[in-house]
């Protein structure tokens, strides 16, 4: 599945209201446990988890947030 098909069906309604300073690990945590309850496939889930990992890593190689925690908090997850 392409990369903006996965963000507009996957992480844009879950996580789209949120600012990215504003996320933490227990709303992704949520969120992947939303996903695997509704029945996702695990190779789905790896799928979304890594989009997430290579956004987050996006955003703080341009500075959108200062906050180094996320690749912390993500690895963890």
């Avoid at 903006?4 to 446990?33: A, C, M, N």
């Avoid at 029945?39 to 799928?47: L, V």
Wanted: charged fraction near 20%.
């Amino acid at each position: 599945m392409a990369m903006r098909k996965k963000i507009r069906l996957y992480l844009k309604p879950e996580l789209g209201g949120y600012r990215v300073s504003s996320i933490d690990k227990k709303i992704l945590q949520i969120f992947i446990t939303d996903l695997y309850n509704d029945g996702f496939s695990i190779n789905t889930i790896i799928s979304i988890k890594g989009l997430l990992t290579k956004s987050f890593n996006y955003a703080l190689e341009n500075h959108y947030n200062s906050n180094s925690a996320y690749k912390i908090v993500w690895s963890g997850i």
